[in-house]
């Protein structure tokens, strides 16, 4: 039988063939399930920083901090610490246990809350070594979305707060709203405004405060505006959750950065804290946290805690299995050795103290040069960051005539200053103010 000639020409036979190829091996992942995500606006500010050929170029971006010379610092605490552990002849690579290190974790719970506080007496507390403080939000966030018993789940911002709050609770679906908190007519704490917000609140709601050196307007609220938060929180049965990046960075003092956390426990309330100790230890990249939790007085405090405990376990082992050892090694080696405690002390006085000689400076040569405005916030803010009060035209303008980089907002790390440049940040803060 004679078969039937094709009539498919050779050209439309490789069309044919290239479509069920290119069919075979499209993505299932088009631009249409997942698009182009926007870059990071601060590593994105960091990477035009570092492509800028100018000489004088300052950058006021990044929350790490830098010496005179505007190089990172290595605590020399740190240092001594890395000797000790390296000569450490016992010193492996094994995994560590699912909720850290234990020394460094009931070390990070003595150093927030004190070694005398109830909470440890009473074995109220549980605590869990994590991926720096973002993953120490991240834990409580996630913990927060499954087990929190309320019916409204609505965790409460400052606003303005650290950018990355708002992707990690939005990550595990906890709905999210903000209170009041930086004035834009004082340069300072709208307290009146944020105690209305949280007043106002769904009874229940999720209260993220920020422990000290608030990130980014460098606004704190005094002890006694503290204490009247506290007040509202208990009228309206609100769950706080402590966000600590600057314990002892901020005032050079352990204890009084400690203290709005520290009170809110007295007080026998039910919280947690996330901690980092990348700021303070200048541990930046190995990322050590801890995450505490601290449930209520009563008599099954215990059971409670260890409830809640096991299922943070279950949660850490599915995310990371377990924390890296190396920075909570360090950590552990300084919080637990009374010498190099007190070294550690005097390297945080250090940084902190070069800080506030920074707002000092700054202020005063604004001052001095008849900029217009009030500068007073600049010393009175405290920690890395201060909100300038500049617009983000005036920082699109400085960054294009001066080549100084810092956030649309107007936030400056005050770490990015030193006596190089601080004349020069001055001058062009001047500039631009008297030119727009």
Known sequence: MSSTPSTTSPKDRLANISGHMAGSTGSFFPASAVPQAPEDPLFGL?????KDPFEKKVDLGIGAYRDDDAKPWVLPVVKKAD?????????????????GLPEFTSAAAKLMLGAESP???QKRVTSMQTISGTGAVHLGALFLSRFYSRPDKTVYFSAPTWANHNQIFSNVHLPIKTYPYFSTLTKGLDFTGMLDTIRNAAEGSIILLHACAHNPTGVDPTREQWKELARVIRQRSHFPFFDCAYQGFASGDVHADAWAVRYFVDEGFELCV???FAKNFGLYGERAGCFHFVTCPGSDAGSTIARIASQLAILQRSEISNPPAYGARIASLVLNDARLFAEWEANLRTM????IDMRTALRSKLEALGTHGSWTHITDQIGMFSFTGLSEEQVLKIREDAHVYMTKNGRISMAGLNTKNIDYFAQAVDKVVRST
């Open 274 to 276: 996330a901690q980092s």
């Open 46 to 50: 960091m990477a035009a920083f570092r």
């Open 119 to 121: 909470a440890i007496q």
């Open 83 to 99: 000797e000790i552990l390296r000569s450490d002849p016992k010193l492996n690579h094994e995994y560590l246990p699912i909720a």
């Open 352 to 355: 902190s103290g070069r800080i």
